[in-house]
């Protein structure tokens, strides 16, 4: 017990010191993960991949341990990225102290979110496409019942976003 919690200690002065981001969606297999990947990708050929911590999570937990949808997977793998290794898994508590951004997909999550904070962290939290500059829409759709042209539309958003927000946090935070 005792190891674990030192272990645990290390790894949170480790990532102080990185800027933290953790992409929401509804069940963390399409937008949430999607949005992961592309940021990743984003971060690593920026060469920051030390400076930022990236995550994603849902909202609910129907598909902890699953990884993303397949029409996901292969969306993203078209434009590539890679999805590889990415498992669903649910919001916790503790995320709202270790990220520093909190970005949902749309209003239902960001009000669960919201409601799900402690008091005091609701500024870390907002929409991801708050960020998009070339999308007007508020909200990324759930293209889970949709066929492909859903999980391309949804590529479309998550890359204008993460662009910004990766500019953004160079500018602010780095």
């Not at 990185?18 to 990947?37: D, Y």
């Not at 690593?44 to 996901?72: F, K, N, Q, V």
């Not at 590529?155 to 500018?171: F, G, K, Y």
Request: charged share 25%; aromatic share 10%.
């Amino acid at each position: 017990m005792i190891c674990w919690r030192l272990e645990a200690e290390i790894f949170e002065m480790k990532n102080k010191e990185k800027v933290s981001v953790l992409f929401v969606c509804m069940g963390n297999i399409c937008r949430s993960p999607t949005a992961e990947a592309v940021f990743r990708h984003y971060v690593e050929s920026a060469g920051l991949s030390d400076a930022i911590l990236i995550d994603s999570a849902g909202t609910h937990d129907y598909h902890i341990g699953h990884a993303p949808d397949l029409r996901s997977q292969q969306a993203a793998g078209q434009r590539g990225y890679q999805m590889n290794g990415l498992r669903g898994r649910q919001v916790d508590k503790s995320d709202f102290e270790r990220f520093d951004y909190v970005l949902a997909m749309d209003k239902a999550n960001l009000a669960i979110l919201q409601y799900l904070a402690p008091r005091g962290c609701k500024k870390h939290i907002q929409l991801f496409l708050d960020y998009a500059r070339h999308h007007n829409e508020e909200e990324v759709p759930d293209p889970y019942y949709g066929g492909s042209q859903g999980f391309e539309r949804v590529l479309d958003m998550v890359e204008d976003a993460a662009q910004s927000l990766l500019q953004h946090i160079r500018q602010n935070d780095l």
